[in-house]
């Protein structure tokens, strides 16, 4: 009897150690410090039941890394503007992401911040992003067309590589441009180059693997090194 009743109590006590564990890990939720949103951590209904849109909260000052790595149920995620900081590779590999607009006070996309997201298609930069890092938006297949603000100075070395990018016009503004940027971008048939553009780097190897580009549009003077295949049809603008 003694047994019974004390198979009976542990029993009991696992079951409620799962109901409560089901209770708090039933739905996705944000884990939050001090302004800062450390994790995305995906609940039980994750796959059965995915959330499509993501709002971050209004508040939020700084995105950690791999805060939403793996994070395949998003498509739109929602960045509010008190947002200020986003750290490296915090949306590595949202495999499913669609849709995002970044955060009007943001200077910088860090490293390998959206690699991976295959599915990325529509990307609104904000007026104030003065950086993008190396990697950004590596093998992101689906983007084919991005617009850049003025305020950009620099674009690392391999951050639009592998993407669907078709027409590209770097923005009047931009100080440097790293090498292989653009390396197997498969689809790239066009690119206009600013007059402020004073470096490219890795003397100037920026189109590896790039079969489709037809045409490079660069100022009157430009003499800063460039690599690309002698079927490449150069225009000049004043």
Wanted: hydrophobic share 40%; glycine share 4%.
């Amino acid at each position: 009897m003694r047994n019974y009743k004390r198979r009976k109590k542990i029993i009991l006590v696992i079951f409620i150690a799962i109901l409560t564990y089901i209770c708090l890990n039933f739905q996705s939720k944000f884990i939050i410090k001090d302004n800062v949103l450390l994790e995305y951590k995906r609940g039980i209904l994750a796959d059965i039941m995915p959330k499509k849109e993501i709002e971050i909260p209004y508040g939020v000052t700084e995105i950690r890394e791999k805060a939403f790595k793996n994070c395949s149920e998003l498509k739109k995620v929602v960045i509010p503007d008190s947002v200020v900081k986003i750290n490296s590779c915090a949306f590595l590999d949202c495999k499913n992401l669609i849709e995002v607009k970044l955060p009007k006070n943001l200077t910088e996309i860090p490293f390998a911040c959206f690699s991976g997201c295959k599915q990325l298609r529509t990307v609104v930069l904000n007026e104030k992003l003065d950086n993008i890092d190396m990697f950004a938006f590596a093998n992101c297949k689906d983007l084919e067309y991005i617009d850049f603000p003025n305020s950009i100075r620099k674009i690392d070395e391999f951050s639009f590589c592998y993407t669907g990018l078709k027409k590209v016009e770097l923005p009047e503004g931009l100080e440097y441009i790293g090498g292989e940027v653009f390396m197997g971008a498969e689809k790239l048939e066009e690119i206009k180059f600013p007059k402020s553009l004073e470096i490219i780097d890795a003397k100037g190897y920026l189109f590896d693997e790039c079969p489709n580009l037809k045409k490079i549009i660069l100022p009157k003077g430009f003499d800063l090194d460039l690599v690309y295949d002698d079927t490449v049809s150069i225009e000049y603008y004043d």
